[in-house]
């Protein structure tokens, strides 16, 4: 069975930083690709970051470039997101999830297990 669990989100003032990690069990990371998304309230779930199986292609949001940095610990099979100068706009729930394909795609409806989320709330 495929288990993903997203910890490390919280409460942040603007222009701080969290990390969040995504913890696979049944799944091996190094043989996926792994996006990250976030939902804010009443409105869609978008791509924000991912990182392919071979840790080589890691495309980002516009919206995070430069601030976000997407990682892999294939020895700890953890996926993190390192987040700098958060924004208000940043709040949202954020998911990790994996797909089969050639490449991480942007597209939530191309990846198959999610995790459950963890809560990021970025105060201005």
């Known amino acids: 069975q495929v288990q993903l669990v997203e910890s490390g989100g919280g409460l942040v003032q603007a222009g701080g930083s969290l990390k969040l990690s995504c913890a696979a069990s049944?799944?091996?990371?190094?043989?996926?690709?792994v996006g990250w998304f976030r939902q804010a309230p009443g409105k869609e779930r978008v791509f924000v970051a991912g990182?392919?199986?071979?840790?080589?292609?890691?495309p980002y949001a516009d919206s995070v470039k430069g601030r976000f940095t997407v990682s892999i610990d294939n020895a700890k099979n953890t996926v993190f997101l390192e987040m700098n100068s958060l924004k208000a706009e940043d709040t949202a729930v954020y998911y990790c999830a994996t797909n089969n394909g050639p490449i991480p795609y942007t597209s939530p409806a191309r990846y198959d297990y999610w995790g459950q989320g963890t809560q990021v709330t970025v105060s201005s």
């Open positions: 049944g799944r091996t990371f190094r043989d996926y690709n």
């Open positions: 990182i392919s199986r071979s840790g080589a292609i890691t």
